[in-house]
T-cell receptor, first 109, second 115 residues
Framework: GQNIDQPTEMTATEGAIVQINCTYQ??????LFWYQQHAGEAPTFLSY??LDGLEEKGRFSSFLSRSKGYSYLLLKELQMKDSASYLC??????????WGAGTKLIIKP | IAGITQAPTSQILAAGRRMTLRCTQD?????MYWYRQDLGLGLRLIHY???????GKGEVPDGYSVSRANTDDFPLTLASAVPSQTSVYFC??????????????FGQGTRLTVV
């Protein structure tokens, strides 16, 4: 079957760095997405990886290892507004997104 | 403002009633999707449409139907609502699901409670 695993909840301190891991098993693979979702709001796109390596976009970076079925989202210089759920999604051979349950990130001052 | 709009934003519905959730996008995206999001579970695909005139079943299609008469609209119908359909429903669209970094854009969601 197809499956996405990510931690349920993480806590970090304002100004620090946090890494949110995601492992995936899909029928075929056509890219890995990260989305941010604030409570009561819609998910919004953060990053996309299809090749191995690190993609950097400001304070956020995303890494992919296709051979390991593994990705992480790295958030630097954490701000209170980064408190949200972070959703990992892998696109399968039918180009459909398979979603993880999300990681709730709590930022403490 | 360009984007994707859902209506209603919330609804309380008696079990057994019929309900249509509306979704409209003005980005001329080919693909549209309906997801439900339940606590502790990931977004689950109900139905999708890769282009106007075509639809497909997702992971949890039972009890739901969709149509795609044109590019912009993708309504989701619950023929006879049951309490297990209580959820937050998100409509999404993307330019072309088969092409590279085609991010999905989401509507603001419809919170549906079936009592």
């Amino acid at each position: 079957g197809q499956n996405i695993d990510q931690p349920t909840e993480m806590t970090a301190t304002e100004g620090a760095i946090v890494q949110i891991n995601c492992t995936y098993q899909t029928s075929g693979f056509n890219g890995l997405f990260w989305y941010q979702q604030h409570a009561g709001e819609a998910p919004t796109f953060l990053s996309y990886n299809v090749l191995d390596g690190l993609e950097e976009k400001g304070r956020f970076s995303s890494f992919l290892s296709r051979s390991k079925g593994y990705s992480y989202l790295l958030l630097k210089e954490l701000q209170m507004k980064d408190s949200a759920s972070y959703l990992c999604a892998a696109r399968d051979s039918n180009y459909q997104l398979i979603w993880g349950a999300g990681t709730k990130l709590i930022i403490k001052p | 403002i360009a984007g994707i709009t859902q209506a209603p934003t919330s609804q309380i519905l008696a079990a057994g009633r019929r309900m249509t959730l509306r979704c409209t996008q003005d980005m001329r995206h080919n693909a549209m999707y309906w997801y439900r999001q339940d606590l502790g579970l990931g977004l689950r695909l109900i139905h999708y449409s890769n282009t106007a005139g075509t639809t497909g079943k997702g992971e949890v299609p039972d009890g739901y139907s969709v149509s795609r008469a044109n590019t912009d609209d993708f309504p989701l119908t619950l023929a006879s609502a049951v309490p297990s359909q209580t959820s937050v429903y998100f409509c999404a669209s993307s330019e072309d699901p088969g092409r590279g970094n085609t991010e999905a854009f989401f509507g603001q969601g419809t919170r549906l409670t079936v009592v």
